[in-house]
């Protein structure tokens, strides 16, 4: 399988469930992305890793932790969620952080999580 | 900040009509400019990107121009085909890796 795989494609919880996001890139990238899309609204950023070391949190509440066992491999685990909270999670990656060359930053999306949070 | 502002949507166009979509851009510095593509059901995925001013990047029909002076980055087609309906993201990249989206713009273009 090639590409970056977001499992599971839907998902349902209640506020009080705990379950988890998955993302998986066969793609060799170095750097791993957690984004938030909305209905009607930018794309945000929640979380950068940099070979397995998170670089960036955008001021996610601490319901969303994320985890990255591997360069390959993204978690989102999710707790005590708010309806608010539902929407698309896309995980990317992209060669490398920064652009130390042409391409390096060009981010590979999976197909997302459809979460709704009842 | 940096920020992107694209035009809202939907658009609606019929096939073989042509295709502008407005991108105005806030940065600071010398940002790389982006258009990704989501088609229904699936994640974004990168269209054409422009790198320094008055580049013009092309792919699969689409142009965009990379204007410094005007701070654009307008997505064109001159024909667009009903599986061009998808929902289009202007985006830029400034200095570290935080790639900024537009809110993205909505095609449908009908038979």
């Known amino acids: 399988e090639t590409g970056v795989t977001q499992t599971p494609r839907h998902l349902v919880m209640g506020m009080t469930n705990k379950k988890s996001l998955k993302c998986e890139q066969h793609?060799?990238?170095?750097?791993m992305y957690w984004y938030k899309q909305s209905a009607k609204k930018p794309l945000e950023l929640m979380f950068v890793?940099?070979?397995?070391?998170?670089?960036e949190n955008n001021s996610v509440p601490s319901r969303f932790s994320p985890e990255c066992p591997n360069s390959s491999h993204l978690f989102l685990h999710l707790h005590t969620l708010q309806p608010e909270d539902s929407a698309l999670y896309l995980c990317?990656?992209?060669?490398?952080?920064?652009?130390?060359?042409?391409?390096?930053?060009?981010?590979?999306f999976g197909a997302g999580s459809r979460l709704t949070v009842l | 900040g940096n920020s992107v502002t694209q035009m809202e949507g939907p658009v609606t166009l019929s096939e073989e009509a042509f295709l502008t979509i407005n991108c105005t851009y806030t940065?600071?510095?010398?940002?790389?400019l982006f258009w990704y593509v989501q088609y229904p059901g699936e994640g974004l995925q990168l269209l054409l990107k422009a790198t320094k001013a008055d580049d013009k990047g092309s792919n699969k029909g689409f142009e965009a121009t990379y204007r410094k002076e005007t701070t654009s980055f307008h997505l064109e087609k001159g024909s667009v085909q009903v599986s061009d309906s998808a929902v289009y993201f202007c985006a830029l990249l400034t200095g570290g890796f935080k790639t900024i989206f537009g809110a993205g713009t909505r095609l449908f273009v009908k038979a």
């Open positions: 990317a990656s992209s060669q490398e952080l920064g652009g130390a060359f042409p391409g390096a930053n060009v981010l590979t």
């Open positions: 940065a600071t510095g010398y940002p790389s």
């Open positions: 793609l060799g990238h170095n750097a």
């Open positions: 890793y940099s070979l397995e070391e998170r670089v």
